[in-house]
């Protein structure tokens, strides 16, 4: 992950400011035939947009590292198991590193994601969780059974939340 880019996204959120992201800034990858659209509207706090912004974007940047896993047609794109648990790893970064600056920072979808990850859940909670029909096997090494004792004590009234969507458009021709 590009932190330099994260990192001034984040400095323009922090401004109160609003991003634009065209595809020729997130697709660097010239053989694929589509660039990868971003949709992101803002819709909360400072740390809540910048927490979700930093999911989208990895996101974003998975997709544009590894164009071969994906469908090459235009339109919506759904997230492999590895890009939804590289996002959601990438953003309990974003998240901590935004907490150390403002220790009152409080986005309890996040909070519980830190919970997670503090326990070695992520990818139990992503298969779990965020699922998708497109993930036929789950990977060998998880384990469920104890993730979901976990849970139930941990994670009671959990729900998944997802801000942002990624979609393939045609390249435009330069």
């Given amino acids: 992950m590009n932190s330099g880019f994260f990192r001034w996204t984040l400095g323009l959120l922090a401004l109160g400011g609003t991003l634009a992201l065209t595809p020729a800034m997130l697709c660097a990858a010239d053989v694929a035939p589509f660039d990868v659209a971003v949709n992101f509207q803002p819709d909360g706090t400072k740390g809540y947009n910048a927490a979700w912004l930093g999911y989208i974007l990895a996101r974003a940047h998975f997709v544009d590292e590894h164009h071969s896993l994906y469908p090459q047609a235009p339109g919506p794109i759904t997230p492999t198991f590895i890009e939804e648990l590289t996002a959601r790893t990438d953003s309990v970064k974003i998240y901590r590193e935004l907490l150390a600056k403002d220790p009152t920072l409080d986005v309890p979808y996040f909070d519980e994601l830190v919970r997670v990850d503090d326990n070695?859940?992520?990818?139990?909670?992503?298969?779990?969780?965020?699922?998708?029909?497109?993930?036929?096997?789950?990977?060998?090494?998880?384990?469920?059974?104890?993730?979901?004792?976990?849970?139930?004590?941990?994670l009671p009234d959990h729900h998944a939340l997802t801000k942002g969507s990624l979609?393939?458009?045609?390249?435009k021709a330069s």
């Fill in 167 to 171: 979609r393939f458009v045609p390249r």
């Fill in 120 to 154: 070695a859940f992520m990818s139990e909670y992503v298969w779990t969780f965020l699922h998708q029909p497109t993930w036929m096997t789950p990977p060998s090494n998880l384990r469920l059974g104890a993730f979901d004792s976990w849970r139930k004590v941990n």
